[in-house]
């Protein structure tokens, strides 16, 4: 059984920095990737940063490359998302999610099985 819960969000002026911890269970490092995905009010869920489990090897949207950096912890059975130079355009609900690698595209939302209950980010401007 999957368990993810996110924490570490709030609210912060454009500029400002966060980093969310997803902390996961029952994740099979072998052969998953976990993902941050975010909505925004009226929005689409988007990807924002993937991470390889086995490989440790990130990828990012476009949206965010240079500002957000994915990272885990192991030792810590935790996924980490290092947020910098918040913008008013990254509020949302950030969410955890984790995936075999093999299905589907990182970025599609419905491919996920398992996800966290989200954390709000709050960027004003």
């Known amino acids: 059984q999957v368990r993810l819960a996110e924490s570490g969000g709030g609210s912060v002026q454009a500029g400002g920095s966060l980093r969310l911890s997803c902390a996961a269970s029952?994740?099979?490092?072998?052969?998953?990737?976990m993902a941050w995905f975010r909505q925004a009010p009226g929005k689409e869920r988007e990807g924002v940063a993937v991470l390889y489990l086995a490989t440790d090897i990130p990828n990012y949207a476009d949206s965010v490359k240079g500002r957000f950096t994915i990272s885990q912890d192991r030792g810590k059975n935790t996924l980490y998302l290092q947020m910098n130079n918040l913008q008013p355009e990254d509020t949302g609900i950030y969410y955890c999610a984790v995936k075999p690698w093999y299905r589907g595209r990182w970025d599609t939302a419905h491919d996920y099985g398992y996800w966290g209950q989200g954390t709000q980010v709050t960027v004003a401007s």
């Open positions: 029952g994740v099979t490092y072998s052969s998953d990737l």
